[in-house]
């Protein structure tokens, strides 16, 4: 990335599995979100023009501190594990000096191996400029050679769930939001209840099985549709101290038995890429601590396809979970006007303690913490 947000020039490599670590505003979400700029350009529907709208225009994701360079820049290397291709992609954005102050492609290429599939802008891009107000990510009509690509930034997941917009979303209530776009929770039991019963049933099992580790007293998770309204819910049985306790809806469960439902639902539902953002929230730490072992091990389960997944966290007890490593770390290292990424195991002095048996949350949290944080308890 090159003037994304609040990261002037950042290249790293992602795992299949990594944790990005860093202190309050040093940009774990807007490098996310530079993934997510992706899938909405290449999703059905999608397009750089909506992409740039929910995120306030160009000048709300280019770089502050950028001054000589103009362009927006996202390059990405993704390699097919099916077939063993190298896929390159990168896309540039600047905006126009004159005129309508548009937002165009500077330049986007794709790359497949050693062969370039596309380079532009060409000679129509050229003659025409409003060509250059859409990439050829988002066109179907123009991605055809590198269809691969706009599909798996397609099927990318993000996942933030907000409890009370599940238990209540009428009190949140905008027709506006596309059950496919829903990041927050929104339309998350209406997106349960319309997947095919069979996959709906045995997920809703293995989630159970999962609860009954982290909430004894929750059994037989379903789903049912009220009578009266058409209103779709979550409901289960809560064993506590009355012999014969009735059915619960997600009205009546707790904010951390919706968020661990919500994250396992997702793991099991993504596609192509998994985006969590502080999954924690609202969790017992020794629920946290187990589970990037627990993502891992309902990876496994995918009939040979693994899901890349980038998590966001603070969490000391996540990162004790067992092996994760240096290599699976990302630490953001904020200065005045931009924010560094670098691989935990890339740093020699943090390599060191690591092999020394010192665990990850032992060595990048305090890395990672704000340089005056001590200062805190006196803030009168």
Known sequence: MVNWKNFADVDVEIPQRVFLVGPNASGKSNFLDAIRFLRDIARSGGSLDTALKARGGFSKIRNLGARRRNEVVITVDLVDESTGALWHYSLALEQQSRGLHQTVVAHELVRRNDERILERPGDDDKADVLLRTQTHLEQIAKNGQFRDIANFFAGCTYVHLIPQLIRRPEYFFNPSVNPDEDEFGFHFIERIKQTPETTRNARLKKIEKALQVAVPQLKDLTISTDEITGVPHLEATYEHWRPNAGRQRESQFSDGTIRLVGLLWSILEARELLLLEEPEISLHYSIVG???????????????????????????????????????????????????????????????????????????????????????????
């Open 290 to 380: 187990r589970l990037p072992a627990l993502m891992y091990r309902m990876n496994q389960t995918r009939k040979g396809r693994r899901i890349q997944t980038i998590v966001s966290t603070h969490s000391a007890d996540l990162l004790a979970g067992d092996g994760i490593t240096g290599d699976e770390i990302l630490m953001f290292l904020p200065s005045q006007e931009k924010t560094e990424v670098r691989c935990a195991a890339n740093i020699p002095d943090v390599e060191k303690l690591l092999e020394g048996g010192l665990a990850p949350y032992e060595v990048v949290l305090d890395r990672t913490a704000p340089p005056h944080v001590q200062e805190f308890d006196f803030i009168d």
